[in-house]
């Protein structure tokens, strides 16, 4: 089956710096995808990795490990407002986007 | 204002009644979605259409419908409204269904409906 696991839940204080990690175990890969939600929100995109390696925008970063089956997005000088859901989705074999079930970041002042 | 939107925004439903989910872009993408968002679980696929006049079944299909008359629009339909069917509804488009920067998903704001 496939399947994409990321924490439920993490907490981190403003300012600071938080790394979200992503596991997955698709049929095929053709990139990965983090998108972020507000509550009561949608989705808004946030970035892509295809290739192995770092992707740099701004105060957030994005890393894949193809061969790992592993990315992580690392968000820097954490601000009250990046409090949101962190979903981690995957483009598998037949272009189907498999999504996790998401990460709840809580910011603490 | 380019982008997606969805109506109604909230619907409570009585079981059994059937329900058509609106959804409308203006940025020409010939790839639409439609997804189910439910607590604790990540979003999943009902139905999709690669471009107009096309549909395909995604991950949940069973009790709903679509239609892509037109490159704009893409309704939701459901039959028969279940309980089940409770959850936050999101419409969304890429310019193609395929991998690649320029392919990712924008999201409408979502249809809260209820099924009682």
């Known amino acids: 089956g496939q399947n994409i696991d990321q924490p439920t839940e993490m907490t981190a204080t403003e300012g600071a710096i938080v790394q979200i990690n992503c596991t997955y175990q698709t049929s095929g890969f053709n990139g990965l995808f983090w998108y972020q939600q507000h509550a009561g929100e949608a989705p808004t995109f946030l970035s892509y990795n295809v290739l192995d390696g770092l992707e740099e925008k701004g105060r957030f970063s994005s890393f894949l490990s193809r061969s790992k089956g592993y990315s992580y997005l690392l968000l820097k000088e954490l601000q009250m407002k990046d409090s949101a859901s962190y979903l981690c989705a995957v483009t598998d074999s037949n272009y189907q986007l498999i999504w996790g079930a998401g990460t709840k970041l809580i910011i603490k002042p | ?116």
């Open chain 2, 1 to 116: 204002i380019a982008g997606i939107t969805q109506a109604p925004t909230s619907q409570i439903l009585a079981a059994g009644r059937r329900m058509t989910l609106r959804c409308t872009q203006d940025m020409r993408h010939n790839a639409m979605y439609w997804y189910r968002q439910d607590l604790g679980l990540g979003l999943r696929l009902i139905h999709y259409s690669n471009t107009a006049g096309t549909t395909g079944k995604g991950e949940v299909p069973d009790g709903y419908s679509v239609s892509r008359a037109n490159t704009d629009d893409f309704p939701l339909t459901l039959a028969s409204a279940v309980p089940s069917q409770t959850s936050v509804y999101f419409c969304a488009s890429s310019e193609d269904r395929g991998a690649g920067g320029g392919n990712e998903q924008f999201f409408g704001p979502g249809t809260r409906l209820t099924v009682l």
